[in-house]
Each structure stands twice: as C-alpha cells, then as structure tokens.
C-alpha cells in the first residue's frame, strides 16, 4: 500500500485548483473580441515630440502675450499652481519668439517654425485645451503613456493590441522607434512600453533605427535556420506539455514570442531596409537608409502600418527647451516637421489616412513665463497645451478647445490626457467604459474610473 503524502495531496489538488484559476486567468489574457462598433481607425500612429514642444510657438496663438512681453506674470495666473523649475523666482510673460498665419481653406493658425505641417492645415484637428497631471517628464509620459501616473500600468498601444490583436503574423502588434536632436534628450524607458498586468505579448517592442533592427532576433554564427527551428519546436512542445498541467498564461506568452521572433527573422530587416524606396518618397521624407533619424522613423511607420502593424510609436527627445528656445526650436522643427507633413501626405496618397489615426504631440507644454540664461526658453506646463490628430475618422482642418488670453489654463472645451484615450479608443471601435482588464479585484481600464468623454466635436 503506498502512503499518500501530504506533498502529493497537496500537488495533485494543488494542480487541479491552480489550474482552475489559471484557466479563469487564461480567459481574461485573451484579447478581447472587439471592436464594440464600427470602427473608422484600423491603427495608429502617435508622434511624440519628448521633452514638451511649446505650444506657444506651435499652435497657440496669444496676441496678448506678445503685448505683456517682459512685464510681471499677474499673480492670479500663477497662485497655487504647479511649477516645475520656477518656484520662488520672480515670474516674466515671454512673448511669441515666432510669428502665426493662417493656413489652408481652413484658416488655422500655424507658427513658422511649422512651414510643412502648415500645408496639412486642413487634414489635421488641433486641440489647444489639453491638460495632463504629471509636471516633470518621466511621469509625464507615464501619464500620457498609461492613464496614470503609477508605474507598471499597461501603455495605451499594449490596451489596443489586447483589445483588437493584430493584423499581422510577421510583425509585433505594436512597435517603438526612437530619434533624438535637439536640447537635453530626455531617457526613455521601455517600461513606458509595457504591457503591466496585460500579457507580456501585448507589450511595444523597440526597433532599431541603426545596426540590427532587433536586439537577439539574428541567429548566432554557425545556427542555421534548419537547427533553430528544430530547437524552437522542441522547446514548443515541452512548453505545450507543462502548460497542459498548469494553464499559465506567462507560458502561452513564451511560446508566442518564440515563435514571433523566428517568423521576425526573415521579415524585419527587408522592412527595415528603406533603400528600396523610390528616391522621390526618401527626398520627401528627408531620409536617408540607415541613418536613425526621425525622418526615417516616419518612413518606417508607413511601412509598419502597411504590413498591420496595430500601435506604430515614435519618440522624437529633444523638446525640453528651457532655455535657447528660439535655437533648439529651429533644431527640433528642422528635424520633425518635413516627415510629420511627408508621412500624412504619402498615408492620403496611399489611400491610407482614412483608417490610420496619426497623433502629434508631447508630454506636456511650456510656460508663459520667461525661464533661462542668454536665450530665452520655457518651463514645463500642464494646465494648458496643443496636440494634433488626424486621419482615422477624424474631422480634418478644424480647431478645439482654447486657452486663456496668456495661454497658460485651457478654459473652453478642456481636453484631459483620459478624453484623449476614450477619443482614440473610440475611433478604434472601442467603448473605453466597457474596455477592461481584472487585476487585483478590480476591472482596470485605460480611462482609469473617472467618465473620460470622446471628444465628438473631432470625428467626421
């Protein structure tokens, strides 16, 4: 007669409980069947100017501004507001450093320092009543990034792959690509990527813009394709053998990854080789093959969103201008805005702009305040700031939104980071109030529990 042992009492009704759980878990982990309705976007593209673009010589217009230049910032502006580098100094008004006109049939007014994205006036929608909650740049991002400002959240590109999947088996779901030029680049973590408590297969996986186009995708020396597919399919059942025990959904993730960077192998690098496009697309863009830039970020991102990758973004760092702002304007605009206008241009002309939602903009905005030695610059700003959509069912060539006649709050039709989300959520075809995840007893959401509300007035 065999004993029966306390460990496999507990390992054999351990395993049936565990695996009931798990199988309750593995149900949650699969992406949802959405969308909720009929969706007017298939992806997106969302264009980060990291470091906080202002939106003072961008998209908002303040003739006041320009007429309190030099004079003392009115205390009833700034009283018990967050200031990120200016406490305690004797505040200034900073006046434009650049000048505005309208543009296009639309009229909407663009600073100088954006003569490409001027002639996109009427494909684009600016919001100039965005408000975050994150003064400093890394939960800043986070904010942006997640909903909230706790790290370890999943990233608004890891909810749409949960939500929607991918369109493509060659390709992850959602990609990163990052350039940088301009003053004080600010890092970039990947967790600002993250997939939280999502599956990991749903996380951003960085590109390369230079050297290999993925970290550990090529093979080593002396692995032929032949051997690593052999050792991926054993690895595939010992995986599917332990996970016919357990249901871990961490185990379902390993197999996809593993099958996802074998298939990567052989469809990256001709993605990521731009040589092979005409040169009229690579003198539009201002790229050049290889060269890491944002330009060629941008190219990369049409080409993402054509072979269905789902989340394309791209960081450009270099927007933190506290100082020499009319300098690392030029820089920074020099760098982005050709490829900003190219990549909407080449997208309409494709026939692809009507399903890809494109988004433009930073962090945060800067002050209305005078900040640096020598050349004048801006601190960070939350309570008022523009960014851009356009495509994917959004009504181009109109104008939301204002901040006040100093451009420091927004005051008429404010937009919070959450409306941005439920608005994108939105034209993806999904219900950010029905578009949850249980973790931790609770059914987390991107909007976070507070009502974010779909900004209708930008939808065609």
Wanted: aromatic fraction near 8%; hydrophobic fraction near 35%; include cysteine.
């Amino acid at each position: 007669m065999n004993p029966f042992t306390r460990r496999t009492f507990l390992n054999q009704t351990g395993l049936s409980l565990g695996s009931a759980a798990m199988s309750s878990l593995a149900s949650a982990a699969s992406p949802r069947t959405l969308p909720h309705f009929p969706a007017k976007a298939k992806r997106v593209i969302f264009l980060c100017m990291a470091g906080g673009p202002s939106h003072l010589e961008t998209f908002d217009y303040k003739p006041h501004l320009d007429q309190l230049d030099g004079q003392p910032m009115p205390e009833s502006f700034t009283n018990g507001q967050p200031i990120a580098q200016l406490q305690g100094q004797t505040l200034k008004i900073q006046g434009h450093l650049t000048k505005f006109q309208r543009h296009g049939q639309s009229g909407q007014r663009i600073s100088d320092y954006l003569p490409h994205t001027a002639k996109i006036a009427d494909d684009i929608a600016i919001v100039r009543s965005m408000v975050t909650e994150q003064i400093n740049h890394d939960p800043a991002h986070t904010f942006m990034n997640t909903g909230t400002a706790i790290s370890g959240r999943p990233s608004m590109g890891s909810w749409v792959t949960y939500g929607l999947g991918s369109e493509t088996e060659e390709l992850p779901g959602f990609v990163v690509l990052t350039s940088q030029g301009g003053r004080n680049p600010q890092p970039i973590g990947s967790r600002q990527w993250s997939a939280g408590f999502l599956p990991g297969r749903f996380q951003g996986v960085e590109f390369n813009s230079t050297g290999d186009p993925v970290d550990y995708v090529s093979n080593p020396q002396g692995v032929s394709a032949n051997q690593q597919a052999a050792l991926i399919d054993a690895i595939h059942k010992l995986d599917q053998k332990r996970n016919a025990q357990v249901a871990n959904a961490d185990i379902d993730t390993r197999l996809s990854a593993y099958e996802m960077a074998f298939r990567m192998q052989t469809s990256v690098p001709g993605l990521m080789d731009i040589s092979n496009e005409p040169q009229h697309v690579l003198d539009a863009y201002g790229a050049q093959p290889g060269d890491g830039t944002y330009a060629s970020n941008c190219l990369l991102a049409r080409r993402l969103a054509e072979r269905g990758v789902r989340f394309i973004h791209l960081y450009h760092r270099g927007w933190d201008h506290h100082g020499d702002l009319q300098k690392y304007m030029d820089i920074c605009c020099g760098l982005t805005d050709q490829p900003t206008a190219a990549l909407i241009h080449d997208l309409k002309q494709r026939g692809m702009l009507e399903d890809t939602l494109v988004i433009w903009g930073g962090e945060f905005g800067r002050t209305p305040m005078f900040q640096g030695k020598g050349g004048p610059g801006r601190d960070h700003h939350i309570k008022g700031f523009s960014m851009w959509m356009a495509g994917g069912g959004v009504k181009g060539g109109t104008s939301y939104g204002e901040t006040d006649e100093l451009g420091y709050h927004a005051v008429n039709d404010v937009v919070h980071v959450r409306d941005l989300h439920a608005t994108m959520l939105h034209l993806l075809g999904i219900d950010s109030n029905r578009f949850s995840f249980p973790f931790q007893g609770l059914d987390m959401r991107l909007t976070g529990v507070e009502k974010a509300k779909v900004i209708r007035d930008l939808i065609a």
